[in-house]
C-alpha cells in the first residue's frame, strides 16, 4: 500500500498534567474532506497547529509524503494553506492589500493578474464594496470572508480550516462548502474542525471524534 | 474552474513557490509602512519620548552650559537607547496578536528576510526620527556644533543595530504577557557596547579629538548585528509561534 499524502501519527499532548490528545493519528490522501469533531477544549485547535506545524506535540509526529514536516517544511509550507483561529488579516489594512500580501507570500510575482484574482475573489464573497475599507472597520463576518477569499486564490494543496464557519451567515457558509466540495473534486484535501455538521455535496465527508 | 486541478497539480512537483529576494523584501516594507502609516502613535511616540526625556536633563542637573556640554553625549545615547526600546514591544506583538505572525511563519518564504524588512521599517520610524531631532537637542546641550555630524553618523550606525538587536529581545518575548521587562532584561546587556563606544564618539568630537575609530567599531557591531540578528530572530520566532495553543 502506498503511503499516505498527509499522516498524523501518534500524537499526544499533555497539558501540564492532562492528557489532551492521546495518540491520534489518521491520514488524508488526495480528494479527502476530514472534519474533525469534538467538544469545546478537546484539543481540535492545538490538533491543526501540530498538523501546520506551529505547535508542538510532546509524542508523535506529522508526516507529508512520508517525511516528517520538520525535515521537509518547505515543500509542506508550499502545499499547505493555513485559515486559523484568528483570521490572519492586518486591521489596519484593506481586504485587497492583506490579499495581495498573501498572494506575494505564497509565491505570486505579478501584481496585475493578482488584482485581477482579487477582485473576482472579492466580488464571490459580496465584499467588493468593502474592498477599499481597513479591515479593523468590517464586521466580524466580512473579516472571516476576507481570509477565507484566500481559499480562491492559492493553489494550495492542502487546506487547514480551523472552524472557518464561525461568524458567517447562510449564503457564506454554502459558499465555504460548494469551494471545499470544489477542491476536494479537484484532488485537494481539506482538514477542518466546524461544530456544525457540513453537507458538501458529491464529496464524501469522513470524520474523526476526538475525547 | 477546471484551471483549479493543474494548479495543485503543479504544487506537486519540486517546484519551490518562493519569491525573490527584493520581491519579497519590499512586500514586506510595503505592507509595514501602511500599517505604521495608518497607525501614527506607534512612531510619534519614541519620538516624543526621546525628546522629553533629554529636556528633563537640564532640569534636573542644572543649567550651567559646561555640564550640559560634558553630559550630553550619554543622555543623547541613553535616550535613544530607551525610546528605541519602547519602540520594539510593537515590532511582533500586533502581528502576534491579530494571527498574521503564523501566517508569515508558515508561508514557506524566508522568515530571515521578513525579519529584516520589518526591523528596516521599524528603524525608519524609530531610529530615523531620533536620528533627525538630535542636531536640535544636541544644540539645546551646548554642544559644539562641529561636533554633530559625528553624533549624527554614530547614531545612524547605532540606532540600526539597536533595532536589530532589539528584534531578537521582541521575537523571544512574543506573546508573553507584560514582556516589557523581561525585554530590557534581554537587550539592554547587548547593547551596552553600542552604548559604549556610540557615546565615546561624540564624547571624543566633542573634545576635538578623532572619532574615526569608535565609529568604525559601530559599524562593524552594526554589520555583525545585520548578519547574525535576522537569523536569530527568526528562529525564535519559530519557537514563540509554536509556544500557544
Redesign the interface.
Same mark, same amino acid.
Given at each position: 500500500m502506498s503511503e499516505p499524502v498527509l499522516a498524523v501519527k501518534d500524537v499526544t499532548v499533555w497539558r501540564g498534567d492532562n492528557l489532551l490528545l492521546d495518540n491520534v493519528s489518521f491520514s488524508l490522501n488526495d480528494g479527502n474532506v476530514l472534519q474533525i469533531r469534538g467538544a469545546n477544549g478537546s484539543g481540535k485547535?492545538?490538533l491543526l497547529?501540530i498538523v501546520?506545524?506551529? !505547535? *508542538?506535540a510532546d509524542e508523535g509526529d506529522v508526516f507529508w509524503q512520508g517525511v516528517s514536516t520538520r525535515r521537509n517544511t518547505? /515543500?509542506f @509550507?508550499?502545499? =499547505?494553506l493555513?485559515i #486559523? +483561529?484568528?483570521? #490572519?488579516?492586518? #486591521? $489596519? =489594512?484593506t481586504a485587497m $492589500?492583506n490579499l495581495r *500580501?498573501?498572494c506575494? =507570500?505564497? #509565491?505570486?510575482?505579478n501584481p496585475a493578474s493578482d488584482d485581477k484574482k482579487i477582485s473576482v475573489a472579492l466580488d464571490a464573497l459580496s465584499l467588493n464594496q468593502k474592498a477599499d475599507i481597513?479591515c479593523r472597520h468590517l464586521s466580524a463576518g466580512q473579516q472571516r470572508r476576507v481570509s477565507l477569499a484566500r481559499l480562491l486564490l492559492q493553489? @494550495?494543496?492542502l487546506w487547514v480550516l480551523d472552524e472557518p464557519l464561525t461568524s458567517l451567515d447562510a449564503a457564506g457558509l454554502s459558499w465555504v462548502e460548494s469551494r471545499i466540495a /470544489? +477542491?476536494a473534486a @479537484? !484532488?485537494?484535501m481539506v482538514l477542518l474542525t466546524t461544530h456544525a455538521p457540513i453537507n458538501v455535496e458529491s464529496v464524501e465527508v469522513n470524520t474523526f471524534d476526538l475525547g | 474552474m477546471t484551471s483549479d486541478k493543474s494548479a495543485l497539480q503543479s504544487n506537486d512537483t519540486a517546484e519551490p513557490l518562493t519569491v525573490g529576494i527584493l520581491s519579497l523584501l519590499t512586500c514586506i516594507i510595503k505592507r509595514e509602512w501602511l500599517v505604521a502609516f495608518r497607525n501614527p502613535g506607534q512612531w510619534v511616540n519614541p519620538l516624543l519620548f526621546f525628546v522629553v526625556v533629554v529636556s528633563l536633563f537640564p532640569l534636573g542637573v542644572g543649567p550651567s552650559p559646561a555640564t550640559l556640554a560634558s553630559i550630553a553625549p550619554g543622555v543623547l545615547w541613553v535616550s535613544s537607547l530607551l525610546a528605541v526600546l519602547l519602540s520594539l514591544g510593537t515590532l511582533f506583538d500586533a502581528d502576534y496578536a491579530d494571527g498574521t505572525l503564523e501566517q508569515l511563519v508558515l508561508s514557506g518564504q524566508s522568515l530571515p528576510l521578513i525579519v529584516l524588512g520589518k526591523v528596516l521599517v521599524h528603524w525608519l520610524l524609530s531610529g530615523l526620527p531620533l536620528l533627525l531631532v538630535s542636531p536640535l537637542l544636541a544644540l539645546l546641550f551646548n554642544l559644539p556644533v562641529a561636533s554633530i555630524p559625528v553624533l549624527m553618523l554614530s547614531l545612524l550606525l547605532g540606532t540600526l543595530t539597536l533595532s536589530l538587536i532589539g528584534s531578537i529581545g521582541a521575537a523571544l518575548t512574543v506573546g508573553l504577557n507584560q514582556a516589557g521587562v523581561l525585554l530590557s532584561l534581554l537587550v539592554l546587556p547587548l547593547c551596552v557596547p553600542v552604548l559604549i563606544f556610540g557615546s565615546s564618539a561624540v564624547l571624543a568630537a566633542a573634545s576635538d579629538l578623532g572619532a574615526g575609530g569608535q565609529l568604525l567599531i559601530l559599524a562593524a557591531c552594526l554589520l555583525l548585528a545585520l548578519a547574525l540578528a535576522p537569523l536569530t530572530a527568526a528562529l525564535a520566532l519559530r519557537i514563540g509561534v509554536s509556544g500557544t495553543r
Open positions: 485547535t492545538t497547529r501546520c506545524g506551529v !505547535g *508542538i518547505d /515543500q @509550507n508550499d502545499a =499547505l493555513y #486559523g +483561529h484568528k483570521a #490572519g488579516i492586518k #486591521g $489596519e =489594512l $492589500e *500580501i498573501f506575494r =507570500l505564497s #509565491g505570486s510575482e481597513p493553489a @494550495n494543496r /470544489q +477542491h @479537484n !484532488g485537494g | -
